[in-house]
Structures are given as C-alpha cells and as structure tokens.
C-alpha cells in the first residue's frame, strides 16, 4: 500500500500479527520522523477524531414519561381519578404519590445506567507524545491519527491502540480490557494471528496503562474503531434484560385489567338492567369495585421490600443499584463469575518447589508465612533439603519486594510473584533482614521484557560471590549449563526440565526458574557475566488460591441448584486447576476464547450447559455466552470488573461489578457492586434475594385475597339485588388502611426454613400460580361470606341501623385482614405458636396501628358524619372478631391439609419433608 492509508483498509489489519517495519509501511509512517503536517491533516478527514461517539439517547423528558408507560400505572391513574371522584381526597393524594415515587425510581435508575457510555470516555488519554515533521510534541489524544510515532511513558494511559516499534522493560496493565490481573510484558516482534487479545504482546491498546518501561507505538486505531470503542459501541448496542419480577408484572397487570374491567361492567350492567338501579349510583359502586381489586399499596410496599433488602444487603457488602435487582438475586440459575480476585485471593502463592531429585509441595495459602512442606503427601523439614532451602534463599535474595505485618493483616508491597517468593522462604524459617544481612547485595540487573529475568550479585562478607538469577524458565535454560543435585552441580538434563515443566503448569501453576552463579570478588554485573556457567537451582510453581470462602459459597449454590461457572482472561491450564480447587462441575473441561469463535449460536448454546470453564475470553466471548445462556432460559448473574466486561453485565439478568478493583464503566453498567470483590457475598446476596423474594409473594399472597374479598362484597351484593353491606367509601378506607399498615410489615419477616437448601424460583410462571389463585379465591370467598353473613343478621335483628350494620362490616372485614396477616408469615407452616404469633414486632406495630385506626373509624365522631360509621357495643366486636378468628382457623386448616399432602409426596419421592415444607408453593402445588 503507497499514499494515504484508507480507513477501511487500516481497520481489516490483524496488527498484531504483522512485523513493525511491515505497520510502517502500510500506514505510510516514519519511524523517526512521523507524518508530516500536511498528512495529519488528511488522514483526521479520513479518520476522525480520536474520540469515543456520544450514541443518540432519549432526553431526559422522554425518558420520565416512559416510566408512566404501562397498565398498572394507568389502573393506578383511574383509581386515583375514581378517589377524587368519590372525594377521598387524601386516598387519591396516596395513590397519586405512589405512581409519582414509581415514576422518579424508575428515571433515576436508568439515568445512572446510560452514564455507562460516559464513564468508559473518562478512561481516554487526554495527551499523548508524539513525533511529527521530526519533532517532539504535545498533543491533544483526540487530534492522534492512524500513522502517528507515539512515546509511552510509565504511569501514562495508551491514547490510541499501537503497534509496538520500541520497547525498554514496557509493561501494561490491561485487566480492563482482559480481565487478567497481572501487568504484562510487551515486545515489538509479531505473535500469531489467532492470538488471543490477552496473548497480543506486539500491541498497547487505547485505555490501558503503562506500569513500568518506556517504549513507542505507531497508531493503528482511534476512536471508536480501536479495542474500547469497539466495546462501547457493543455496549450502546446490548439490550437490557427486564428483571423477573418486572416481566410478570407486566403479565399480571394485563390479566388484572382485564379480569377488573370485567367485573365493573357486570356489575354495572346487572344493577341497571336487573335491579333497575339508577345509573349514578352504579357507576360509583362499579368504579369503587375496580378500586376494591386494584392493589394500589402494593407498588409501594414492594419498594419498601426491595428497599430493605437493599440495605441488609449493603451490610453483608452487596450494594444494589437498582432496586428491582434485589428480586431478580432470588431467581439466579447461574452466576458467571470473573477468577481473579473474585473466586481466587489475588495473591499469589508458592505451592511446588522442582529441585532436580524431588518435587515438594508447599502448605498454606495467601501471604501469611504459615505452613509447611511436604514430599509425597508426607511432611518433611525443609532444612534437611538442601537444594530445596537454596532455592528459597535464592528467590529470597534476588527480590525487589518486600513482606509486611499490618493491622494484623499480612500485605505485599511490590510485585505479587515476589511476595510470594519471601513468604515461601519464611515458611522454611529464613528471615528477610538476616538473609540480606548476610548476603548483601552489591549490585543487580533489572527484570526486563526483553530478557525476561531478573539478576542480583550477593557476597557473604567473607570474600564469596554470588550471582543468583530468577525469570522465564524456558530463558533460564538456555542460559544455565548445569544443575544442583544432591548438593553438586552436574550436567544440565534438559529433556527432564522440559517435562517437569509441562507436569507442573499442567497443574495450572505459572512456573518461575531460579540459578546461581559463583564468581570472584566484583561489584557489578553485566549481561555477560549470565552467558554461561549458569547452575539450574529449580522451579517455583505457583498458584493465585481460591478463596476458602469462595469454596464453601461454590457447595452452598450447587445445593441451591444454582451453576457457578468461571470465565476469565487467564490461561485454560490455571483456570482448569483452580477450578477444580473451588469443586466447580466439569472443571477438567475448559473452553477457550478460539473454541466459542468456531461454535455457531446452536452449538455454543448445547456446549455452554455442560462447561463450567471459558478461558481466554473477550468481550464479544462473553456476550455470547451470556446469550447462550439465556437462550437456555437461565437467569444469569455476572461478575466483572473491566470495560471490556461491561457489555456481558449490561446484558445479564443481574450485572455484578467488582468495587475495589473495578472500573467505573462496568459499575455503571451494572445492578450490584460487591464491596469486597468477594465471590462469598455473591452467595450471601442471593440468599437475602431469596428472602425477598419470599416476602414479597406473602406480601402478594396477603393482599390480593384481601382486596378480592372487597370486590365480591360489592359484587355479591349487587348481582343478588341486597343492600350494600359496605358503601365505596367504606372500601376505600378498607383499603387504604390496611395498604399503610398491615401490607408492609411483611417486609421484615424472616428467611425460611431450608432457604437455600431448594432451588431457584420459576420464571416461567406467571406472578400468580393456580396455589395463587386458589388461596385468593379460598380467603375471598371466606371473607365474603364471613362479613355477608354477620351484615345479614345483623340486619335481620331489626333493633339497630344500617349503618351500624355495616360499621360491624367494616370491622369484621378488617380484622378478618389481621387475622390472615398472621397466617400469611409462613407458607406452609402453621402460625398457632410463640413465634408465629409474636415474632415479627413489625406485624403487631401494623395490627395495633390498623386496630387503631379502626377505633378512629368507629367512634370518632367526625368519622361517624363522614364515613358513615356507628359506635359499637362488646357483642358487636365479639362477633366481628369471631369472623376474624374463622378466617385464621380456615387457612390454618388449608395449611395443615398440603403439609400433609407434601409430606406424602416427599416420602414418595425420597425428599426431606422439612425441605418441602419451607419453600413457597408454585403454581402447580394446591
């Protein structure tokens, strides 16, 4: 290619695979002197900006009125007309406020998730080095173009995505983009052209860091077309899942409409044409049906629910950004989780240590120096093993880093692998100060990408010098002639340290070699001082461990019928071995980024069920697999940290970012942030998900019975052509009281027997099973004819007046609530105990604020001119409390009957009883 580059031609180029002087060329550029004035300017008419495209969103107003865009909002909006109507004005100022605060939630919470795109932008280089016309320069990121000879600096962002040209000691930080922990090293020659993204060593992507080093790249791609905006424009791109919970209010709201809209016009219809009623008075009581049955506290106390949750979350390190999500935790089938850091500690450890007659095995975990050494699953002293203890004063001496004591906390200060090295040599009994002590260091050569080892020349104040040299171990083989054996140096077997070098990374464990070198007396050290006479000492295999926590969580979710599967930027070997640590399923089988690329949609969706590991992964990987997951009809949870994760976790059911170490981006683009990048409180934020879940099915078993029984008094009342036991008015008191009291207590109720010892709850039901509609047709009709029959023969007395027949109505209407309220705590458990009487506070705070206000309604005498009520005798509550208690005993009884009933079916089937007891029933239990 010759003359100006074409934008389509420089975005079809597999850089990474192409040499340095073959980059130059084709994008017409100079090693030395960069382009020239006059080709910046044509190339950024071609190009563009470096910069990221703001996607067109919705304004701010369009994205408000979207949240009153649904059934249940207008049900609401009608009720709250009908109040206003009927002159309950404080009913309709409540009912108005909720669709309000709905409304405000819902524009809140989206308005943070579209910062997502943003919050990648503030990842951007905002200047970058360059060379132009031969110069020097400072420029804007923004103004780069592809062709520019860019410097990079440690502690500078990449500005644009390069071709390496230059490097001295140049490492990156890329987890954003990869999700792999470590820095890594970078080197101008061409790698191959499947390689992964993590594997792509010739190449500094935009948003990405230099740790350590210097080096120059020549700009390849900007903007939207480099690594990151390729994955923002994913991001724009992904379609946000609706939450469970929010997918079957969608379906109940339009059943409900239609079920409610129903009744009104039969009852309407009845009234006039049946009973020869004027049409005023019907209309009212049709409108004030439709009132009685839409659950209009129900939107409240379920962000009451949610909102609690959220907070007892928050102190088990789990913050929720998004209130539905604390629902949608109570459904997860699968949680995709990130290894580093996340299922593992994020510190490395040695666990081999290869001399060349025996490989021994290092006990403990993290940075705290305890544990010790075993050979053959036997242990031994390690100060009997010379060539082992050499290795670990070796590793000890040529060390940069250093280990440190806390706030009782054991931390490392400098690179990881070091630390390592220092706390494996302190399990042996070495001490840092006296071994350095002893061997001072008189000089050294530092770790460099392009040599791949790190050199330090000791002596022991007696006159003896020691080279020790620790890096690659397939460099340090080249580089050594001989090995340590039995206390002696002999031929180097090279053939056996290539196989012990495939044992050992086979175990999933990265592998670093050690040797030495005896010299005479000198005070520096020089490349070729390491050319020969090297001696092998061994190698240090080492692991970043699972989390103890994590694996107890890992058991925890597979008897809760949830998958775990781990999908990582590392390598297959190391995600295999510290698969099999945590116990994951399938663990020995890994699927790697270049195995999904070869699947076809059909394909990955079978493959995906049946592994547990995906190694080597990109975003577009994830994304895919999320995808074929939920084609599956699983509820994904997923764990990430980077941008280039963000995608996946906006896609996901439940999106999890990562708080210490996370980027911004996938925060945004998630519903959950885990304060301690800790897997363990995944586990125990389902568990709370779960509890809420529970709650709010008794929430929803306790209110929409109650609200049907409002219904069919009205209702049985009209269509058999008898008085009104209860006016509208008084249903609209009914329903506003218990809504503000008695409704939302639940939320604080207790996790269930067994919580996690069943399975995830169904998506595929609607939010009412047939145990749903039964138990709101069993409740209604025992309260319709509970307060019918109280009314009826009160009215058949003759001694006293309507009203005070239908203030009993009212009554016994109300306590019949509280009395279910308390059968409502436990799904199948019976509430005749200490417990299910007393053991929510918040469910006698609500019966006596409800009782009340009850009192208010009966002998206030403002209430007795405005709702129409009387002044009760003893005989009078006696009796409506009698219909309350009939209710209690009734559904008591129905309890006692599917106990039975479930626990017949579990003896059947082999199940614990007690399991099948906690759980709440679905819709095909009755």
Partial sequence: MSGAPRRQDVNNHRWHAESADKALEVLDSDRDSGLGGDQVEQRRSEFGSNELKVRQQRSALQRLLSHFN??????????????????????????????????????????????????????????????????????????????????????????????????????????????????????????????????????????????????????????????????SGMLAEV?????????????????????????????????????????????????????????????????????????????????????????????????????????????????????????IGVEGVGYEPEGGFQRDDESIRIGEHGAALEMLRAGLLCNDSELEHKEEEWQGAGDPTEVALIVAACKAGLDHDEEHGNWPRVDSIPFASENRYMATLNHDHQGNHVIYVKGAPEKLLEMCGSELRDGEETSLDRDAWEERFEEIAGRGQRLLAIARKEVSEQTEINEEDLEGGLVLLGLFGMIDPPREEAIDSVAICRDAGIGVKMITGDHAATATAVARKLGLDNAGKALRGRDIEKFDDEELKNRVMETSVFARTSPEHKLRLVKALQAQSEIIAMTGDGVNDAPALKRANLGIAMGQKGTEAAREASEMVLADDNFASIERAVEEGRKVYDNLRKTILFVLPTNAAESLVLLAAVLSGMMLPVTPVQILWVNMITAVTLGVSLAWEKAEVGLMQRGPHSTEEGLLGRFDLWRIAYVGTALLLGVGFLFAQEQSRGETSLEYARTMAVNALVLGQIFYLLNSRFFSRSAISWEGLTGNRMVLFAIAGCVGLQLVFTYAPFMNQLLESRPLDAEAWLRSVAVGLGIFVLVEIEKFVRRKKSAHGAASAGRPEQQQQSHPPTGSEK
């Fill in 70 to 231: 649904n059934l249940f909002i207008y049900l609401l909006l009608i009720a709250f007309a009908v109040t206003a109507l009927l002159g309950e004005w404080v009913d309709s100022a409540v009912i108005f406020a909720v669709v309000l605060i709905n409304g405000a939630i819902g524009f809140i919470q989206e308005g943070r998730a579209e910062r997502a795109l943003e919050s990648v932008q503030g990842m951007l280089s905002r200047e970058a080095t360059v060379w132009r016309d031969g110069r020097r320069q400072q420029v804007p990121a923004q103004e780069l173009v592809p062709g520019d000879i860019v410097q990079i600096n440690a502690g500078e962002r990449i500005p644009a995505d390069l071709r390496l040209l230059r490097v001295k000691n140049l490492e990156v930080q890329e987890s954003a983009l990869t999700g792999e922990s470590n820095a890594v090293a970078k080197q101008r020659d061409a790698v191959e052209e499947d390689a992964e993204l993590g594997d792509r060593t010739s190449m500094a992507y935009s948003g990405t860091l230099a740790t350590a080093g210097q080096g120059a790249g020549v700009v390849v791609a900007i903007g939207d077309d480099s690594e990151i905006g390729r994955i």
């Fill in 239 to 359: 379609e946000t899942i609706k939450t469970p919970l929010m997918q079957r209010f969608d379906a109940f709201t339009r059943v409900l409409s239609v079920v409610i809209l129903g009744l009104a016009l039969i009852t309407f219809a009845v009234g006039i044409l049946v009973w020869s009623k004027d049409w005023h008075s019907m209309f009212l009581v049709a409108v004030s049906l439709a009132v009685a049955a839409i659950p209009q506290g129900l939107p409240a106390v379920m962000t009451v629910i949610l909102a609690i949750g959220v907070e007892r979350m928050a102190r088990r390190n789990a913050i929720i950004r998004r209130l539905p999500a604390v629902e949608t935790l109570g459904s997860v089938t699968t949680i995709c989780a990130d290894k580093t850091g996340t299922l593992t500690r994020n510190e490395m450890t040695v666990k081999t240590l290869r001399t060349a007659k025996e490989d």
